[in-house]
């Protein structure tokens, strides 16, 4: 049982990794874009992600793995289960990234950049978004806590992770019956603790971090 609560972390870490490398990827891009060339263009994307967080994230989440858990293998899960969760998550990173480019891109040197000849797609990529990594980063360290929180929430209800494949979600579904629940405590005991520990230390890794990186907290 040991064996399978250290597996499981490996496989809730990575779902929470994966989630947030997507998380990143959609977000940057989305905010990149609708920052930089603003007008309609912001007009469109920012409705897009005002439809995304309208909808409550964990009821969504739920229903997207009822419908297509059914029609992939159990193996296949923990792919399904990152794509949810990252495809998801990305609405409040858009919108970050887009509020620093939209400061960033009136700054000297990107008229600079601009008066070179330098192509949009280059100054977005080369100058913008690396000036926001910090955020990012800040960003992706909260967010990954946040996807480890929703895979054990999802394979709990069955709905995520399924077995033989363990992950913490799916090893405290034995708290689900009593008697486990009040005889058998090491059982969900564990995997619980880990939970709660892999959660807030990285809560509290990426407050330090926002710490650290925000010049305004000096």
């Known amino acids: ?17 994966f989630a947030v490398i997507i998380q990143i990827i959609i977000g940057a891009l989305v905010g990149g874009l609708a920052g930089y060339y603003g007008g309609w263009v912001d007009n469109i994307l920012m409705r897009i992600v005002e439809i995304f967080m309208s909808f409550p994230f964990l009821p969504l989440a739920i229903t997207i793995s009822a419908v297509i858990g059914t029609k992939v293998k159990p193996q296949q899960r923990m792919y ?18 887009r509020g620093q480019i939209l400061s960033l891109r009136e700054q000297e040197f990107i008229q600079a950049a601009r008066a070179l000849g330098i192509r949009d797609s280059k100054i977005i990529w080369r100058h913008l978004i690396p000036n926001t990594v910090g955020y990012i980063i800040v960003s992706a360290t909260l967010g990954m806590a946040g996807a480890i929180m929703s895979e054990s929430g999802l394979s709990f209800l069955g709905l ?20 486990i629940l009040r005889n058998r405590v090491w059982l969900w005991l564990p995997p619980g603790v880990c939970i709660f520990l892999a959660v807030m230390s990285i809560n509290l890794f990426g407050d330090g971090l926002r710490d650290a990186i925000d010049p305004k907290s000096k």
């Open 1 to 17: 049982y040991l064996t399978r609560i250290l597996y499981g972390g490996r496989v809730s870490m990575k779902v929470g990794l």
């Open 80 to 97: 399904i289960v990152m794509m949810i969760i990252g495809f998801l998550s990305w609405p409040g990173l858009a919108r970050m990234v």
């Open 160 to 179: 995520g992770v399924t077995p033989p494949t363990p992950t913490w979600g799916n090893l405290i579904q034995n708290a689900r019956e009593a008697y």
